[in-house]
Structures are given as C-alpha cells and as structure tokens.
C-alpha cells in the first residue's frame, strides 16, 4: 500500500511554458480557440454570496483586435451591491477564517489542477479579449498556475511553528491570521495571473474578497471565479462584482468593513485608492492595509562591454512584448556612446521584423493594444515623439481592423523627454544616449518609477555597481526586464511603482496576514 504525497510538502516547481513548434500543441490550442469562438458574447452574472445577480443594465467587452465582436456582457453593479458583496464577504468570513490553513491551500492545489486541465482554453480567452498572443496568453496561464500551487505551499509553512526565542518557564507561539474583508482590483494586462494571484493569496491566508474584475477583462476573471466554485470555494468567500469604477470602486475602498484593497494598475488611481483608504470612517476599527502595484518607466542599460546582438534582443522582447503593455516593459534603452550607432540599427532591423496580426493566429507577435482610449493614448504620445527624437521605425497607421499601432522607435531622445519619462504603456521605444555607464545609471534612476530595470554588460565591476545603484524592484543583469518568475523573481517595485508587494515570493502572503503571539506561563 502506497501513500499519498501531500503536494504541500512537495517542492514548487515552475510551469514550463508549452511548445508551440509541435505540431500536436498547435492543433490543440487551434481546436482550442475554435471552441471558445463558439463561447463569445455570453452573459455572466454578478455573484454575491454565491447568488447569481444580473441586471438590465449592462456592458461589453470587447475583442480589440475585431471591437465589433463582443466577448462578454456584464451587469453594471451597483452602489448598493457593493455595499451587498462586502456583508457577503463578511459573513463569509466568520466561518472561513477557522478553516484549517492546509484545507484553505487544497482549494487552490484543486484549483491549480483543473486551470491545468483547461490552461489552452483559458489562453483562448486571453487572446479574444485582451488580445494577447499565443506565447502571451500561454505565459499568462502559465503564471496563474505557478501561483496557486505556490501561494498554498506558502500558506502550508506559514502554519507551521514559526522560530522564536524560547523563554524558560514559558510557550510561546506565533500564528499568521487572516486580516477580514478584502478588495482585490486586478488589472487587464495579466487578467488570469495577476487576478488569480491577486485573489487566491487573499483566500488562503483566510479572508474573503470583493473582486472587481477589470472592465476589459471580465471574461476571463468571471471563468477564473467559476473555477473557484466548481472547486468548492465556499459561497461568499470571493464575490464577483464587475461593473465600473467610478460607481463602485470609491465604495468598495471606503467601506469601514473593509481592511484592505489589494490593487494591480496605473498610478493615479494607485494613489488615489492610497489617499481613501488611508482616512478614518465612522465605525472603522483598524488602519486599512494597501496593496498597492502602479506603473512603471524600466530602462535598459548597455555598455561598451556588452553583447550587442543579446541586448537587441532583449530590448526588443522587453519593449514590444504584449504591444508593450506591461508595467515591466523596457520602454527605454540606455546607450553608452561608445556603441550607440552599433546597436541602434540592430534594435530597428529587430523591431521591424516583428510579425503584426490578428492573436488567433499562430505567427502574430504584435496584436491590438486594449481598447481604443489606449489606441488615442499611445498615439498621442508618439505624435509628442515626433518632436523629441528621431522616428526611427512604426509611427504610423496598421491597415486593419482593431486598434493596432506599428513597434514605434525613437532614438537620440533627451533623458528629459516625455517619452523617456512618462508610462505610454503600449509599443513605443525611446532609446536614449549615455555618455558612460555612470552617467547611463543616472538616466536609468531619473523617473518617479523603480519597478524593473536591465543591464546588459560583460564588465563585473559595471554589474556590480548596477546591483548597489540601479534603484528598481526587479534588476536583471544580461537578460530582458519583463518576465519574472514565480518563486524566483518576486516582483514589486519601488517609489510610485507601488508597495513593492513581492508578488510570488515569501514575503507577499504576509501583507494579507496579521501576526498574533500566544504566550503561557508553563
């Protein structure tokens, strides 16, 4: 007789990403996309304490790469929902919190396996409403998966008996308690990862959430919330509230029953949701803890020393990756004079053979960016661009249907440039020249952000010094600055990054959880 291996004492291990040059793969995420085509333009309802709730007042999402077809339809929740999934989540609560840590990590080890079972199909549905690629949607899932599986292993040690000083005479003992209600506002760029992670770290440490899904990705939170109930995530433990922000989202933060928000997305509404929180309501008996992960401005360094083909590369992965819309995106490109005219030329030769296309297909590496306030963002900023450096590539229009924009480059910009400053958050390059490393170094640590940042050199003296001075979250040393991994890269960043949360690392289970010592006198 054999026993069972507790997959919470297992060691983690990463979700290889899957291989699209086998031809058995390809035909499965094909027939895979097929089926979810056949899905599209459903309904899906508010779920409030495990009642579903729908309304004649309702929204879209929308597939960007074709904004005519139709992915999903929503109820618009209101005001007083809000008010309804926050006493959900709190009588949820008082049972929830006693469930045992290792049975609240199962749910997600459960939940982890069946998002396994269907991961083609859930890249399906990232491609039709966010228009991610098929390596994209497929890194996406993948990421999702890696942190169910390591955010209950983490809840597992978490439970166990933590080291303390030993007092003679004495037990001592400390317990991570859940915190209570929680607000979880994912965003749409990662709608599988981040909103899972987002969520199920939350739900394992204990609490219940209200999930605002992002409005352009409600789809794929509404199947991920689904998943969570076919697993038997008891009802009111997370509560499915899509519906715009400027009616519930202010709501939600400012509840006195709410203990913290939890929130992936662009600096403005970061703060904003930091300045709610942070005041005292009536009837509020605690500080509201933010989560808070904002925006970015990551550079990439490249020295005299470096491999100039790897650092084209890379750049262009980091740049271009998504279209871009990534808060780890590498949307400038530090050069040291010494080999500025070398590798600008590579970087453009890279950037223009990036196949643009529909996301269903399997050779597009450039799909539509989110919607079409992003389309007149982006190309706002690239019309600023024309006047800040030189058009090297892109710029113009894509002649196609959705809200394509072309891989826009633009050297020689000043470190003072609004593109070199400023989120564009789409697929636009300012490469900008350094008179040395130092001086590189001071143009990578010259935004409000420091979330990621890269370094592509061979001198170990330039790495180093890259290590203690290059002020960011995430530093990548002769590697791109997008892609971190679970367990490996927990991600975070600092100044108006965010809260440097450490998401998929050790430390993030502790933001959702209150530490309480039990001391008795033997």
Same mark, same amino acid.
């Not at 959430?209 to 794929?220: F, G, Q, R």
């Not at 928000?261 to 942070?278: C, K, M, Q």
């Given at each position: 007789?054999?026993?069972?291996?507790?997959?919470?004492?297992?060691?983690?291990?990463?979700?290889?990403?899957?291989?699209?040059?086998?031809?058995?793969?390809?035909?499965?995420?094909?027939?895979?996309?097929?089926?979810?085509?056949?899905?599209?333009?459903?309904?899906?309802?508010?779920?409030?304490?495990?009642?579903?709730?729908?309304?004649?007042?309702?929204?879209?999402?929308?597939?960007?790469?074709?904004?005519?077809?139709?992915?999903?339809?929503?109820?618009?929740?209101?005001?007083?929902?809000?008010?309804?999934?926050?006493?959900?989540?709190?009588?949820?609560?008082?049972?929830?919190?006693?469930?045992?840590?290792?049975?609240?990590?199962?749910?997600?080890?459960?939940?982890?396996?069946?998002?396994?079972?269907?991961?083609?199909?859930?890249?399906?549905?990232?491609?039709?409403?966010?228009?991610?690629?098929?390596?994209?949607?497929?890194?996406?899932?993948?990421?999702?998966?890696?942190?169910?599986?390591?955010?209950?292993?983490?809840?597992?040690?978490?439970?166990?008996?933590?080291?303390?000083?030993?007092?003679?005479?004495?037990?001592?003992?400390?317990?991570?308690?859940?915190?209570?209600?929680?607000?979880?506002?994912?965003?749409?760029?990662?709608?599988?990862?981040?909103?899972?992670?987002?969520?199920?770290?939350?739900?394992?440490?204990?609490?219940?959430?209200?999930?605002?899904?992002?409005?352009?990705?409600?789809?794929?939170?509404?199947?991920?919330?689904?998943?969570?109930?076919?697993?038997?995530?008891?009802?009111?433990?997370?509560?499915?509230?899509?519906?715009?922000?400027?009616?519930? +989202? #202010? @709501?939600?933060? =400012?509840?006195?029953?709410?203990?913290?928000?939890? /929130?992936? &997305?662009?600096? *403005?509404?970061?703060?904003?949701?930091?300045?709610?929180?942070?005041?005292?309501?009536?009837?509020?008996?605690?500080?509201?803890?933010?989560?808070?992960?904002?925006?970015?401005?990551?550079?990439?360094?490249?020295?005299?020393?470096?491999?100039?083909?790897?650092?084209?590369?890379?750049?262009?992965?980091?740049?271009?990756?998504?279209?871009?819309?990534?808060?780890?995106?590498?949307?400038?490109?530090?050069?040291?004079?010494?080999?500025?005219?070398?590798?600008?030329?590579?970087?453009?030769?890279?950037?223009?053979?990036?196949?643009?296309?529909?996301?269903?297909?399997?050779?597009?590496?450039?799909?539509?960016?989110?919607?079409?306030?992003?389309?007149?963002?982006?190309?706002?900023?690239?019309?600023?661009?024309?006047?800040?450096?030189?058009?090297?590539?892109?710029? +113009? #229009? @894509?002649?196609? =249907?959705?809200?394509?924009?072309?891989?826009?480059? /633009?050297? &020689?910009?000043? *470190?003072?440039?609004?593109?070199?400053?400023?989120?564009?958050?789409?697929?636009?390059?300012?490469?900008?020249?350094?008179?040395?490393?130092?001086?590189?170094?001071?143009?990578?640590?010259?935004?409000?952000?420091?979330?990621?940042?890269?370094?592509?050199?061979?001198?170990?003296?330039?790495?180093?010094?890259?290590?203690?001075?290059?002020?960011?979250?995430?530093?990548?040393?002769?590697?791109?600055?997008?892609?971190?991994?679970?367990?490996?890269?927990?991600?975070?960043?600092?100044?108006?990054?965010?809260?440097?949360?450490?998401?998929?690392?050790?430390?993030?289970?502790?933001?959702?959880?209150?530490?309480?010592?039990?001391?008795?006198?033997?």
């Amino acid at each position: 007789m054999t026993t069972a291996t507790n997959p919470l004492t297992t060691e983690f291990v990463n979700t290889a990403l899957l291989d699209y040059s086998d031809p058995t793969i390809k035909q499965q995420q094909a027939a895979a996309i097929e089926t979810v085509r056949g899905k599209l333009g459903h309904t899906y309802p508010l779920i409030i304490g495990g009642q579903e709730i729908t309304s004649g007042d309702t929204f879209t999402s929308i597939n960007p790469a074709r904004p005519s077809e139709v992915v999903g339809i929503f109820p618009k929740a209101t005001a007083a929902q809000a008010k309804d999934a926050i006493t959900a989540a709190e009588t949820a609560f008082a049972t929830w919190k006693d469930v045992v840590p290792d049975r609240r990590a199962q749910f997600l080890i459960d939940a982890a396996r069946l998002l396994t079972e269907r991961r083609m199909e859930f890249n399906a549905w990232l491609i039709f409403e966010t228009g991610k690629s098929w390596v994209e949607a497929d890194a996406d899932v993948a990421e999702g998966i890696d942190f169910l599986n390591f955010y209950a292993r983490e809840m597992h040690r978490l439970a166990q008996p933590q080291p303390l000083t030993r007092l003679p005479g004495e037990e001592n003992d400390l317990q991570y308690i859940p915190l209570g209600v929680g607000v979880v506002i994912p965003p749409w760029n990662f709608p599988l990862a981040i909103m899972a992670g987002m969520t199920t770290a939350s739900i394992v440490a204990g609490n219940a959430v209200v999930l605002k899904p992002a409005s352009t990705a409600a789809t794929i939170a509404a199947n991920f919330v689904a998943l969570l109930r076919e697993v038997g995530v008891p009802a009111g433990v997370v509560n499915f509230l899509p519906g715009p922000g400027g009616t519930i +989202g #202010d @709501v939600l933060v =400012e509840d006195p029953r709410t203990r913290f928000i939890a /929130f992936t &997305g662009s600096r *403005d509404v970061g703060l904003r949701i930091n300045e709610l929180a942070a005041k005292h309501q009536p009837g509020q008996k605690w500080i509201k803890r933010t989560i808070l992960e904002m925006g970015g401005k990551d550079g990439i360094v490249v020295d005299e020393t470096a491999d100039l083909d790897a650092a084209a590369t890379g750049i262009v992965q980091s740049a271009f990756g998504y279209q871009g819309q990534k808060c780890s995106a590498g949307s400038r490109a530090i050069i040291v004079q010494a080999v500025y005219n070398q590798i600008v030329p590579q970087i453009v030769e890279k950037a223009k053979a990036l196949a643009i296309g529909d996301p269903d297909a399997a050779t597009t590496q450039i799909g539509p960016v989110i919607d079409a306030n992003a389309f007149k963002k982006i190309r706002e900023y690239i019309e600023v661009g024309r006047d800040e450096g030189k058009l090297e590539t892109g710029g +113009g #229009d @894509v002649e196609r =249907e959705g809200y394509y924009v072309p891989p826009t480059i /633009f050297s &020689g910009v000043p *470190d003072s440039a609004r593109i070199a400053l400023e989120e564009i958050f789409g697929p636009v390059l300012a490469i900008i020249p350094a008179k040395d490393f130092d001086d590189a170094l001071r143009i990578a640590n010259n935004t409000e952000y420091g979330l990621t940042g890269s370094v592509y050199s061979r001198d170990q003296a330039h790495l180093d010094q890259a290590a203690r001075e290059f002020h960011v979250g995430n530093l990548y040393l002769n590697r791109k600055c997008t892609g971190a991994m679970v367990g490996a890269h927990p991600f975070g960043g600092f100044n108006m990054s965010g809260t440097d949360s450490k998401a998929g690392g050790r430390d993030y289970l502790l933001l959702f959880t209150q530490a309480k010592v039990v001391a008795a006198k033997k």
